[in-house]
């Protein structure tokens, strides 16, 4: 199932928790919202749920309206950000919850419905605690009973809030790859909310950046990490290092000096380089290049993480070396960004 | 009050048994002072309350208790709570639902006058109907005129009773189901259930021994009530009486077996409502968490 998301705006009591943001999610793709916290990913989530209503704009399921249709209509699983499990029943009776409430006549008989619950289980590997109660469930067991839970109603789309956001680091990683099988297995369009770029970029085959209420960039793994379309998506994705420099002549100019970087395109006056500290050239001589003074270094499991000052307004700037490389303390060193990208100075 | 009982909480009581410096002296003569006052004030009126019923023996006891005004009293009581608490059960839910889950202007203002009956003196609720429904008020010859007596009948002593209780189950479910928050209720409507299901499967088991707790006071509330029933109720014996009212005439009668002996009925509630009470502290207390007004 295609979900459109069409200049959808939310306000709560007239704050903006999302402005005009628009986002085609393809059928059976599994994509991540990442962005810090209140950036509004919750929001959104909620939003395609039908949990909330738009202030302004549309939500469509495939060619359908669906703004105005309710969260029962909608046909979606959601998996809560604190799982939601009901305590009252055993795992089996909150797999099949959403069964057990159909109306009547495409209500699966009891036989069925515990059958069903059963299997869910085996999915999410589980099998044999259907009689357990979720106080009975470790965190990891919680979360994979949410999502039999949510899968139980063969949704349409799958939307999960930080599913793994209150597990230790190494449940984390396993649940990671687990959701990828399981989402690769049933075809499930998939939404899933995170903070966690790492998690992020492992899983989903394209990454929404939201930042401030907005979206800042869509894009595989590797189109958002390797060019970033915003200052703000530099930094918040993985590691960037940030120069302010001055454009002019086609040239990249610190302190009156080019360092070698040409932009035949931007236009003259202040603005800021981006790069990845390890995504650098490491000079011997220096013509046209970012030559610094060691400040301080530290290990970095396996490299070398140094500061370098330079320029007449002693800039700090952070750069990654081989290990084995040489630079003590006050030595000099030289580089250029081998991969770039220059932004104008915000006003 | 019996609270909660998490970890973090009987680790905050064993630090603050090694952190407070009272000697013992002090804790003896606290402890003392506290039994005393319940010993002298409450256990030794409830002793009272049965020795004088019994004191000239079972036959006279049971015999007053046969007095056919008593048992209309004891069936109007019955009557009285029996309407008065479901109704008070519906409204606390619905009032609880409103304030816990949704967002709306007004709201403090709604806390309030649920809290209302608990600091107005219950005579004055009581005159406030009278005001209402009395013969010089606008409502009660107009309601006259169609056969409906309201003051002095049992409809009068319903609504003064619902008036001075129904702050007790909205109280004890506010807190509880503000903890809970609309997290599962929320899961229940995106896996298909209506507002019915998610309420019946959902909210009802998350709230129940809250539920239970708040009917049980409200409860022991209704079928003991004097002031507000007093006002309306005329004092019409074998009609409008309610077992406490009962009780004072009796008593004012100098009949004190029977007075006493009626006046058991009702220290016994008490102490039922009591036992309940306590059970339901010792093995639901954290189902029923929250703060306690009363
Ligand atoms: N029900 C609400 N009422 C008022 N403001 C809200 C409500 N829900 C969210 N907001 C606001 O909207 C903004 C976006 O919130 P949202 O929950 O979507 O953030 P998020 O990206 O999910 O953050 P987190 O990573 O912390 O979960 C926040 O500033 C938040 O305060
Ligand atoms: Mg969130």
């Not at chain 1, 599913?163 to 230790?168: E, K, V």
């Given at each position: 199932m295609d979900v459109r998301v069409a200049n959808v705006r939310k306000e709560f009591d007239r704050f903006p928790a999302l402005h005009d943001v628009s986002l085609d999610i393809r059928s059976g793709e599994l994509i991540a919202l990442l962005g810090p916290s209140g950036s509004g990913k919750t929001t959104l989530l909620r939003l395609i749920a039908g949990l909330e209503t738009p202030t302004r704009g549309a939500i469509y399921f495939g060619d359908e309206d669906a703004s105005h249709r309710t969260i029962q209509e909608r046909n979606v699983g959601f998996v809560f950000q604190h799982y939601a499990l009901f305590r009252h029943m055993t795992v089996a009776d909150n797999i099949g919850f959403g069964l057990k409430v159909r109306p009547g006549a495409t209500r699966p008989p009891k036989v069925e419905i515990r059958k069903r619950a059963r299997e869910l289980l085996d999915l999410v590997q589980l099998s044999g605690l259907e009689d357990r109660y979720p106080a009975q469930l470790s965190g990891g067991q919680r979360q994979r009973v949410a999502l039999a839970r949510a899968m139980a109603i063969e949704p349409k789309v799958l939307l999960l809030d930080e599913?793994?956001?209150?597990?230790?680091a190494q449940v984390r990683r396993e649940l990671r790859r687990w959701l990828r099988d399981i989402h690769d297995a049933t075809g499930h369009t998939t939404v899933f909310v995170t903070h966690d770029q790492e998690e992020a970029l492992e899983l989903a085959d394209r990454v929404v950046v939201m930042s401030q209420g907005r979206i800042e960039q869509v894009g595989t793994a590797d189109e958002v990490y390797d060019t970033p379309n915003s200052p703000f998506v530099y930094g918040f994705i993985g590691d960037s290092s940030s120069v302010p420099v001055k454009i002019e002549a086609g040239q990249v100019w610190i302190d009156e000096r080019p360092i070698g970087l040409s932009v035949p395109a931007a236009s003259n006056g202040d603005a800021t380089l981006y790069f990845r500290p390890h995504d650098v050239e490491l000079l011997d001589g220096c013509s046209g290049c970012i030559a610094g003074t060691v400040v301080a270094s530290r290990r970095v499991a396996g490299t070398r993480r140094v500061e370098l000052e330079f320029g007449g307004h002693q800039q700090r700037v952070e750069i990654e070396l081989p290990v084995e490389h040489p630079a003590a303390q006050k030595s000099r060193v030289a580089f250029r960004p081998r991969r770039w990208k220059i932004f104008p100075q915000e006003a | 009050m019996a609270d909660f009982v998490s970890t973090a909480s009987l680790h905050a009581e064993k630090n603050r048994a090694t952190a407070t410096t009272e000697s013992r002296a002090t804790r003896w003569v606290l402890l003392a002072l506290a039994f005393g006052f319940i010993a002298l004030f409450l256990l030794l009126p409830l002793i009272l309350v049965f020795a004088e019923a019994l004191k000239r023996g079972v036959g006279p006891y049971l015999e007053a208790l046969g007095d056919s005004d008593t048992l209309s009293a004891i069936r109007l009581t019955l009557l009285v709570a029996a309407i008065s608490v479901p109704l008070n059960l519906i409204f606390g839910i619905a009032a609880a639902w409103a304030i816990a889950k949704f967002e709306f202007k007004g709201k403090a203002f709604l806390i309030t006058l649920i809290d209302l009956p608990f600091s107005v003196s219950p005579v004055i609720s009581g005159l406030v109907y009278v005001l209402l429904f009395g013969s010089s008020s606008l409502l009660g010859p107009w309601l006259k005129s169609y056969g409906i007596e309201i003051l002095f009948a049992v409809p009068g002593i319903v609504l003064a009773t619902v008036f001075v209780t129904f702050p007790f189950v909205a109280r004890e479910l506010i807190p509880l189901m503000q903890e809970q928050g609309t997290g599962d209720e929320e899961a229940a409507l995106s896996l298909g259930a209506n507002g019915w299901q998610a309420f019946w499967y959902v909210t009802l088991p998350n709230i129940k021994w809250g539920l239970l707790y708040g009917v049980l006071l409200c409860n022991a509330r209704a079928m003991g009530e004097f002031g507000a029933v007093s006002v309306v109720s005329g004092h019409i014996r074998g009609l409008t009486n309610t077992m406490p009212l009962h009780v004072e005439i009796l008593y004012n009668e100098y009949n004190a077996v029977a007075a006493f002996a009626v006046a058991s009925l009702l220290a016994g509630l008490a102490l039922v409502t009591l036992v309940l009470k306590t059970i339901l502290e010792i093995h639901y207390g954290h189902a029923i968490a929250g703060s306690r007004g009363h």
């Open positions: 599913p793994f956001g209150a597990l230790d | -």
